[in-house]
C-alpha cells in the first residue's frame, strides 16, 4: 500500500513558477511510475505528466509541455512538478498518483494509476 501526500501549491500571480512535491511512504516508491493530474473547477480530472520508476521515461499533456517538468528522487521517495510560466487555466487541484509496480509503460489515464493523493491547491491570478 502506497500513501501519497502532496505538497507545494499555493496562489499565484501568472508568469510566475510552483514547485510541487509528492511524498511517499508504503511502498516501494522507486518500483512505481509515478504521475500528475489535475481538476479545474467544472471540469474532469486531466493528465498533466508522468515518470517512469526509472526516471528514464516522460510524459506530458500538450498543454503543459515545455513549461512544466516531472522528476523524482527514488532515494528520497518523493516526486515532483516543477511548474514555469503559470497561467489562469492552470488552476486546478494536483494531484499525485502511483501505478506499477515495475510497470513497464508510462500511462496517462486516470483509470490505469492505483493510488492517490489528496491533492494540493494551485490558483494563478492574472
Known amino acids: 500500500q502506497v500513501q501519497l501526500v502532496e505538497s507545494g501549491g499555493g496562489l499565484v500571480q501568472a508568469g510566475t513558477s510552483l514547485r510541487l512535491s509528492c511524498a511517499a511512504s508504503g511502498g516501494t516508491f522507486s518500483g512505481y511510475t509515478m504521475g500528475w493530474f489535475r481538476r479545474a473547477p467544472g471540469k474532469e480530472r486531466e493528465f498533466v505528466a508522468a515518470i517512469s520508476w526509472n526516471g528514464i521515461s516522460t510524459r506530458y499533456a500538450d498543454s503543459v509541455k515545455g513549461r512544466f517538468t516531472v522528476s523524482r528522487d527514488n532515494a528520497k521517495t518523493t516526486g515532483h512538478l516543477q511548474m514555469l510560466s503559470l497561467k489562469p487555466e492552470d488552476t486546478a487541484v494536483y494531484y499525485c498518483?502511483?501505478?506499477?509496480?515495475?510497470?513497464?509503460?508510462?500511462?496517462?489515464?486516470?483509470?490505469?494509476?492505483?493510488?492517490w493523493g489528496q491533492g494540493t491547491q494551485v490558483t494563478v491570478s492574472s
Open positions: 498518483a502511483a501505478d506499477g509496480p515495475w510497470s513497464a509503460t508510462v500511462p496517462t489515464l486516470e483509470s490505469q494509476y492505483e493510488y
